[in-house]
Structure formats: C-alpha cells, structure tokens
C-alpha cells in the first residue's frame, strides 16, 4: 500500500464548526454550506464511486421512519448484505493482530481518499504547511490517520478512519482514535455527519483498528434523548431511552483529555471482555430534549456495553452494530424493510443487550471507577 496519499487534509481547531443547525437543511444542502473537511471527503468519495473502486453502486437508497417514539431510520440496502467482505473468525474482544487474515495494509492505495493531520500552529487554508515525512516520525500512531473509503457503503461518504496501518493495532480503541472521531464530527458543518466503532464480539468485521463514518440526511432519536447525570464532572450520563447506553458530551473543549477518559471507559469493558459499540453525533446538551430545529454546539459520544457475538449467526433483517443501536436500520431485504415495526425492531435489538441488573451494576462500576482516575 502506498504510504504517503496524494492528498493530505490538515486543519486545527480553528477549523472547528461551533454551530450546526438540525433542520431540513441537511436534506437539501448545497455546497455552500459544507464545510472544507466536507468538501475534502464528499468530492473524494464520489470521485472514488466514478472510478469504480466499491462492490456496488450505492444509489439513493429507499428510506423511511418507523411509526413509534422511537424514530426508527429504516433503510434499503441489499446489497451490503450479499456483497461485503465475509468477517473474520473472532473469539475474543482482546484478540491479538493477525497479519495472515485480512488488513488495511492490504488494500489498493486507490482507495485512500486523504490522510489527515492537526497542525500545532493552527494554520490554515487551501493548501495548508503539513508534510508526510512529519507525519511518519509519529510512530505511536498518534499522528497519522488515514481516510479510506468502505468498499461495501452503508450510505452516502462511508469511509474507514484507520490510525497509522503499519503500526497493526488490533481493533481496541486508543485516545488518538477517539479524538480524532470527535475532531471530525466537529470539522463537519453538516448534521448529519457520524462517526462509530464496532469492538471485536460487537459485529467488527477487521481485526485492525478503524472507525466507521458516513453521512445520514435524517434526525436520530439518541440527538435528544433524554439523559440522567452519573459524574457530571466528566461529562458522563446515562442515556435512559432505549437502547440504555452511556454518554459523553462536549462542545470542543479539551477533547483530548475526554478521549483519554472515554478510552479509559472502553478499556475497562475490554479488559472485562464485555462488547461495546461507540456512536458520535451533533446532539443536544445531556439532560435537555430539544426540537429539530435547534442548534447543535456540541457532539455526543454514546457507548453501548452489549452481548458478545462470536460467531453467531446473523439476524435475517439486520445486525446490532453501532449504526442499529442508534437508530439506523440497513435493510437486507425488502420484505423485513416493508412489513418490520417498531416493536419488532426493539425485540431484535434487545437480544443483544445486557440484561437489566447486569447494565445497572456495569453503571454503578463505571460511575465509580470515573470518580476515581
């Protein structure tokens, strides 16, 4: 694989965006209103959709919201379920890299839209001061992140955030990773814009560290939903609508330090072999509900612990990934994306979940454990 991209996006938080609005806009944007991060990877993505480099033409896909509370987002895509890579043989969240099976230091170099760096200074512009020979003296992988398209997009700009590949960090979250997650959501003028992690066990196909992210013209329920306090000086709550959930929030300010503390979090599930999927979004402040209209200054950061899965099989309608536990449902078939109801959808989605006393007693441990580092 090629080590240095053609194209290398560097920014700062000066080019953060403070205010996103959730409205109808987001349906209708026109570039004008993008940011120059969305610019960077909607024109990229597209481009690499020209070339023909995905297994398949993704299309406008049929969408529609399940009646109910909850807001479902339902969406037809068929062939995501007949066209993308078979997963790995996973039997442990901890499992080490395997170099022998599948990895990102094996894809075409075709498929790297840009590869991104945060200048120190705080520089920018259109061809900001950044080299990749700068960017290769980082050889904790704190530094260097690729962007790369998925090849089997669940929806429009679907690409993979993969830390430094030659370093082969298996797939357990790392500070870089999560701030950098966070970093982009808020590069993004565009509310629609997420950013998600599936832990081994949790329906990670790679064993090498990546994140997923992709842009959704539609509101989600987790922007709102309601939340109760368990440290309010680390930004932590509980999400108390369904699915039950934790969740961080921030409005841009020192985001490396909450990347250490949510890093923290997923590692103590790690090491206690509980699964976890991770889901960034614009969303409301924690304990607020609040109308689609409403601005959104800052990001949520929702970590679900949930059953392991090894080598189960699939659900027929949908797998219970990061993008299912928050709302949006990929169809595999026409019949389930027609005829499925709220209720059902709940019934699948609580098969993965930790049984009630189980949640409670991992959010008093958690609560307790914050309080403490």
């Known amino acids: 694989m090629e080590t240095c991209p053609t194209h290398c996006f560097a920014y700062s938080d000066r080019d953060f965006v403070s205010h996103v609005c959730r ?26 959709m020209r070339q023909g480099l995905f297994r398949y033409e993704l299309g406008d896909l049929q969408t529609r919201v399940l009646p109910g509370a909850l807001r479902f987002v339902a969406q037809l895509n068929i062939l995501r379920g007949t066209e993308r890579r078979k997963p790995q043989e ?9 170099a022998k099976q599948f990895n990102f230091n094996r894809i075409h170099s075709d498929e790297i839209v840009f590869e991104m760096s945060k200048e120190d200074g705080g520089a920018t512009g259109a061809e900001p001061p950044w080299s990749c020979e700068r960017q290769r003296s980082h050889q904790d992988g704190a530094g260097r992140m690729l962007v790369v398209i998925n090849v089997s997009p669940l929806e429009f700009g679907h690409c993979l955030l993969i830390p430094d590949p030659a370093l082969c960090l298996p797939q357990i979250l790392t500070p870089f990773a999560i701030q950098i997650g966070m970093e982009s959501i808020f590069l993004s003028s565009h509310p629609g814009f997420r ?8 329906f990670a196909s790679v064993n090498h560290l990546h ?5 959704l013209d539609h ?10 306090p368990l440290v309010p000086d680390k930004a932590f709550h509980c999400m108390t609508d369904f699915p039950p959930g934790f969740v961080f929030y921030t409005e841009g300010e020192h985001l490396e330090g909450m990347a250490a503390t949510i890093c923290q979090l997923t590692d103590y599930l790690a090491e206690r072999n509980i699964a ?10 924690p304990k607020s509900c609040c109308s689609p209209s409403v ?22 309608a949908f797998n219970v990934a990061l993008c299912e536990l928050a709302g949006h449902l990929p169809f595999k078939s026409r019949e389930d994306f027609d005829t499925i109801a709220e209720k059902k959808v709940k019934g699948i989605i609580e098969k993965y979940l930790l049984p009630e006393e189980a949640f409670l007693q991992l959010e008093m441990e958690l609560a307790k454990y914050l309080q403490t580092i």
């Open 219 to 228: 509101e989600l329920r987790i922007e709102s939903a309601p939340t109760k």
């Open 211 to 215: 994140l997923h992210c992709y842009y």
């Open 295 to 316: 601005e959104r200054s800052g990001v949520r950061i929702l970590i679900w612990p949930r059953l392991s899965c090894f080598g189960a099989k699939e659900e027929s």
């Open 195 to 202: 950013v998600g992690f599936n832990s081994l066990g949790a």
């Open 90 to 98: 996973i039997s442990s969240i901890r499992q080490h890299f395997d």
């Open 23 to 48: 409205s109808e806009w987001c349906a209708q944007c026109s570039k004008a209103g993008l940011s120059r991060f969305d610019e960077t990877l909607r024109s990229g993505w597209s481009a690499k």
């Open 276 to 285: 976890h999927n991770l889901f960034l979004t614009r969303g409301c402040p």
